[in-house]
């Protein structure tokens, strides 16, 4: 994560983004959750992040957005996040809705705290959506909301202004 080849970077309403140290730093710049998106559009793929926040406590929360389908808006999609205290969500945006298809639960495979890396990952195939933390799988779900779209990493601070995620690494792979 040397450089902005790919993502979005500067200030919008909701995130700042910028390229440092070899990491790509996410700040919230607001109560709400906000995001950035690269590309290509995927379908059928396992995406995985490696994330950390410097300050982060309680339910402040990060991860993945994947399968946005607005090219140049990304009002759509899903988020699968965890907590700085241990618990993951899965989560659909809808433009205006935000529901829960996994609500928060906690799991020991989530590091906690400030500086805790932590490697999420989403393996999507057709309507089924597998999440992993740290290499252990956490949970399966069937949804057909959104089949394909761009990917990327969301923020929330809850307990911490300014709420920072890094990641040091985002790749995926295609599912032939």
Not at 8 to 25: E, N, P, R, V
Not at 64 to 76: G, H, I, N, V, W
Not at 146 to 153: E, P, V
Request: with cysteine.
């Amino acid at each position: 994560m040397d450089n902005g080849d790919n993502w979005a970077t500067g200030y919008s309403s909701f995130t700042s983004i910028d390229f440092d140290d070899g990491f790509l730093k996410l700040t919230a710049e607001t109560d709400y959750d906000g995001w950035r998106l690269s590309w290509p559009i995927l379908e059928d793929f396992y995406l995985e992040a490696k994330l950390q926040s410097p300050k982060c406590e309680g339910n402040d929360h990060f991860g993945l957005m994947f399968r946005s389908p607005e090219k140049s808006d990304a009002t759509k999609g899903y988020l699968f996040g965890i907590t700085c205290d241990g618990q993951y969500s899965l989560r659909l945006w809808n433009g205006s809705v935000m529901d829960f298809l996994i609500k928060w639960t906690k799991n020991d495979a989530i590091k906690t705290g400030a500086n805790a890396v932590n490697t999420l990952g989403i393996h999507a195939e057709g309507t089924k959506l597998i999440l992993y933390v740290n290499g252990q799988k956490l949970e399966e779900v069937n949804d057909n909301t959104y089949l394909d779209g761009q990917f990327g990493l969301f923020v929330g601070g809850i307990n911490t202004d300014g709420l920072s995620v890094w990641a040091d690494q985002v790749r995926y792979w295609k599912i032939q």
